[in-house]
């Protein structure tokens, strides 16, 4: 049975920082590129970062270009999410989906939530 683990989730204050983490039961985690979402109530999904199955590239949503950092550790099966300088609009639940040529219907976390607030 495929599981997307997320863990790391907080509340913190504006300015702080956060890690996410996501452990993968996957097969070949090496063969999906991973992405990280996030949603707040009401809106959908908005996709924050991603990186390549081999990690050589990444990409991020503007808003957070300077400030998260995503990252993997594929002999460990993890992807994280480094958060520096947390505004309170990054608060939201923060869901990992593994992605590949065969599954490219994805998988998904059940979501870790942060919350940023004075």
């Known amino acids: 049975q495929v599981q997307l683990v997320e863990s790391g989730g907080g509340l913190l204050q504006p300015g702080g920082l956060l890690r996410l983490s996501c452990a993968a039961s996957l097969f070949a985690f090496n063969t999906y590129a991973m992405s990280w979402y996030r949603q707040v109530p009401g809106k959908g999904r908005e996709l924050v970062a991603s990186?390549?199955?081999?990690?050589?590239?990444?990409q991020y949503e503007d808003s957070v270009k300077v400030r998260f950092t995503i990252s993997r550790d594929n002999a460990r099966k993890t992807v994280y999410l480094q958060m520096n300088r947390l505004k309170p609009e990054d608060t939201a639940v923060y869901y990992c989906?593994?992605?590949?040529?065969?599954?490219?219907?994805?998988?998904w976390g059940q979501g870790t939530q942060v919350t940023v607030s004075s």
């Open positions: 990186i390549s199955a081999g990690g050589g590239m990444t």
């Open positions: 989906k593994a992605i590949n040529s065969l599954i490219p219907e994805g998988y």
